[in-house]
Every structure is written in structure tokens, then in C-alpha cells.
């Protein structure tokens, strides 16, 4: 896949991230709105649109500078696409703006290790739920796992990109938040994998 179709099928994927996260924001029971963001993974692993968290741990599998510079571009295009439809969804619906300037404001409370800490976490269960989905083509891994990492309280960047955007807080503050989120879904999602593969038999 060429560069510049990873950026637009990564603004793709940051705008269905930002679909979920406008539900999970709109719905009285986080339970029920947790369980509903995970139409934006179900729909991004369908259409095999570019998701970064969905892609960075097979990284771990096999090492090509040719992914590394796709993965830099499709982080991009999620955050193009999770920005813009978090400006949008908040223009619409001023009561999304109000609900993701809560949520932002208690995700600043981090300092930036426990970010990393909550990326890492919300990473290794993306991992899980990417590659149960390709190995079975069964979205079960991704309606368990999305409502784990959101009920858990794990960070996931591009869903952060939008909750941000939306709440219209994009500052220092955001930008120090995000880049630790990023290293931390980047580090679980790897870590996993890699482990992952040390522990299965080699294939003869």
C-alpha cells in the first residue's frame, strides 16, 4: 500500500475511533457505551482501513523499515481524521463537548510514566484483539476487549486524539499526554507480540 493511501485509510480509521468515542461520550451507561465503541474496531478490521494501536504490535512479528515509515503515516492520518471528527461531533452536539472536557481534564491528572503505563495496558489488549480477529475472523476478541480497556481505564491514543479535539483542549498539556500514550500503546502492543511468539512452538 502506497503512503498516501495509508494517510487517507488512516483518516479513515480516526474518524470511525471518533464515531465510538462520540457514542461512548453520549451514553448515560458507560457499560452500554463501552461495549458500543467497539463498532469502531468491528468496522475498522471489516474494512481493513489503517488503524496505528490495531497494526504497531505486528511490528514485533516481522521488522521492515518499509511498515515503520507506514505506521508514522497511518499515526497521521488517525490523528487527521479522530481531530476533525471530534471538532465536528462537538459543533454538533455541544453536550459531547461538555461530557469530553470532563473525561480530558481527568486524563491530565496523569503524569506522563502512568500514561505510558495506561497506553501500554490499552496496547497489549488492542494486540489481542487484532490478532484474534485475523487469525479467526471473529470480532470476539474486539467486543471484549474494547470495553475492557475503556472500563479499565486504559488509554488508547487515537480515541484520546478525538476526546481532546472534541473537548477543544489541544494544548502543551495534550501534546506531552498524547506522545506518552503513543509510546505506550506502541511498548504494550510489541511487548505482547513478542512475547507472544517466543512462547509458541516454531513452525517446522
Known amino acids: 500500500m502506497s503512503l ?45 482501513t489503517y488503524l496505528f494501536t490495531g497494526k504497531i504490535g505486528f511490528l514485533a512479528e516481522k521488522f521492515e523499515l518499509k511498515t515503520l515509515a507506514q505506521l508514522g503515516v497511518g499515526l497521521v492520518g488517525n490523528f487527521v481524521g479522530a481531530t476533525l471528527f471530534g471538532l465536528l461531533a462537538a459543533y454538533a452536539k455541544p453536550q459531547i463537548r461538555d461530557a469530553a472536557i470532563t473525561s480530558c481534564q481527568s486524563k491530565l491528572e496523569n503524569d506522563f510514566l502512568s500514561a505510558v503505563c495506561l497506553g501500554a495496558m490499552c496496547g497489549i489488549l488492542m494486540y489481542v484483539a487484532v490478532k484474534v480477529f485475523k487469525e479467526f475472523k471473529n470480532p470476539i476478541g474486539v467486543i471484549f476487549c474494547i470495553p475492557v480497556f475503556i472500563l479499565s481505564g486504559y488509554e488508547h491514543s487515537i480515541a484520546d486524539m478525538f476526546y481532546f479535539s472534541a473537548a477543544h483542549m489541544i494544548n502543551f498539556d495534550y501534546l506531552s499526554f498524547i506522545a506518552a500514550v503513543v509510546i505506550g500503546n506502541a511498548i504494550g502492543a510489541m511487548a505482547i507480540a513478542y512475547l507472544i511468539r517466543c512462547s509458541l512452538p516454531k513452525k517446522s
Open 4 to 48: 498516501l493511501k495509508v494517510f487517507i485509510s488512516g483518516i479513515c480509521s480516526g474518524a470511525l475511533v471518533g464515531i465510538g468515542g462520540a457514542v461512548y461520550l453520549s451514553c448515560d451507561n458507560k457499560y452500554v457505551g463501552a461495549v458500543l465503541f467497539s463498532v469502531a474496531l468491528i468496522s475498522i478490521c471489516y474494512l481493513g
